[in-house]
């Protein structure tokens, strides 16, 4: 391997994200030579876990969850022997693949992950890097565990399907330079500007997926990688953009479908009736939770919705006209409780991640009477002074998220008194965050000695 000493974590660009479009700051190399190799890490895989890359015997490179990326890392040219591992419940490393690259001064190495965790395949491209002013590059390719192929098209200025340019088929695993439809005299990429996304399957033209008005602002080379989705909600599809940071634009379907799931936390005798009133013209949805109950998840329409709440006898005061705002391809967890005798609710979006390995876990409080409780997760050979996931000062209706290793865990809630003394509200027996599937976990009151319990809801 050639001897070489990896430079600093290079950002070329700081923040993107999708506000009508694609947005982020910093800007491309001015200069018209790239003097080092640049290599990157994305992870594709669905059902996966959070991977880091690394030299074999050398220094970490980064590390990538599902639709995220490594920070661009430049390097001098050469052979690079890398290695990527994931960390399983015993903090033991888990060797999934052994590679070497070989990296060349001013070419950008790509390595992605896809396909089924259980056989990964770690892909390499390559592409050299340019000068650019005013235009940009696109690459694209299709990470779909299926396969699919898709027809690639682009619009102007959010302009309709009918007024789109086709730009090619994009295949599982491979990946296509798009070419611009109407070059300058000055260069053939493409115009900076605004641009609409639209695919459908192979010869079609019933469009599957629409993007929003995207502003390709950076002359830089723009890679979207077409990926399943994964968490809480797994039909449909997504698209990511990788620039060169460690942040990931994640696009979605225009008309894609958001989901909720409510629970009721109140230890009212009355069940509660549940309204989700639409825009005008909709039809309202109603349903009844008992007291500790978990609705299922319902798919709606994405959109701004006025939610009631009361209970049948009217014990507690109604909760009446609460904005709940569900975005394309969004899941949202509904949270009601009772605080000094009206009804109330908190919400909080529900994670995209892959639950196979490591698990996204939600903690809430809903008891009205602390503003400062701590939840700890204490495995068998810890206590809450050794433990190493834990949560801090939580208020009423505050949410917080954790993403924990597959394992068996005593939950802990305790809250500080005036003294600043911990005083314990509840602890359950290990339990076993193990299964694929989006856990919630609440404090809250209950008839029990102390007078509050923890909940885990799945």
Request: charged content about 25%.
């Amino acid at each position: 391997m050639v001897s070489r000493t990896l430079k600093s974590l290079i950002k070329l660009f700081a923040a993107v994200g999708v506000a009508a479009g694609l947005t982020a700051c910093g800007g491309s190399d001015s200069s018209s030579d790239y003097s080092y190799a640049y290599i990157q890490f994305y992870n594709a895989s669905p059902n996966g876990a959070t991977v880091t890359m690394r030299e074999v015997d050398g220094d970490d490179l980064g590390s990538a969850q599902f639709g995220d990326t490594t920070s661009l890392i430049s390097a001098d040219s050469g052979d690079l022997e890398l290695e990527f591992i994931r960390t399983d419940s015993d903090d033991q490393e888990i060797l999934l693949e052994e590679m070497t690259v070989n990296l060349s001064t001013g070419y950008k190495t790509l390595i992605v992950l896809s396909g089924d965790f259980s056989q990964p395949e770690f892909i390499e491209y390559k592409f050299e890097r340019e000068s650019l002013d005013d235009h940009f590059r696109l690459f694209v390719t299709s990470m779909m565990v299926d396969e699919s192929q898709y027809d690639f098209y682009l619009a102007e200025d959010g302009d309709p399907f009918e007024a789109a340019n086709y730009l090619g088929t994009v295949s599982y695993q491979e990946l296509s330079e798009m070419t611009f439809w109407d070059p300058d005299d000055d260069s053939d990429d493409f115009d900076s500007g605004e641009y609409t996304i639209y695919l459908t399957e192979p010869g079609s033209t019933d469009v599957v997926f629409e993007s929003q008005t995207l502003d390709f602002t950076y002359d830089t080379e723009y890679v979207l990688a077409i990926r399943d989705i994964s968490g809480a909600i797994q039909a449909g599809m997504s698209v990511d953009t990788i620039l060169n940071s460690s942040y990931v634009t994640n696009i979605t379907d225009v008309d894609a479908d958001a989901q909720y799931r409510i629970y009721n936390s109140t230890e009212s005798t009355s069940p509660l009736t549940v309204t989700f009133g639409g825009n005008d013209g909709e039809e309202d949805t109603e349903f009844t939770l008992s007291a500790g109950e978990l609705s299922d998840f319902t798919e709606i329409k994405y959109g701004d919705y006025r939610v009631t709440v009361q209970t049948e006898d009217g014990s507690a005061t109604a909760l009446t006209n609460k904005l709940i705002t569900l975005n394309q391809g969004e899941s949202k967890a509904i949270m009601i409780y009772e605080a000094d005798g009206k009804l109330a609710a908190a919400t909080f979006v529900e994670s995209g991640l892959p639950q196979s390995y490591d698990k996204t876990v939600n903690f809430i409080n809903l008891v009205s009477d602390f503003d400062n409780i701590d939840f700890y997760l204490v495995r068998s050979d810890e206590t809450i002074d050794t433990a190493d996931y834990y949560t801090m000062n939580l208020e009423l209706a505050e949410s917080s998220t954790l993403v924990l290793p597959s394992d068996y865990y005593e939950i802990i809630a305790v809250y500080e008194d005036e003294n600043d003394e911990q005083v314990l509200l509840d602890r359950t027996a290990l339990y076993g965050f193990t299964e694929e599937e989006n856990y919630i976990v609440t404090v809250e009151p209950a008839d029990t000695a102390t007078g509050y319990e923890i909940n885990v809801l799945y």
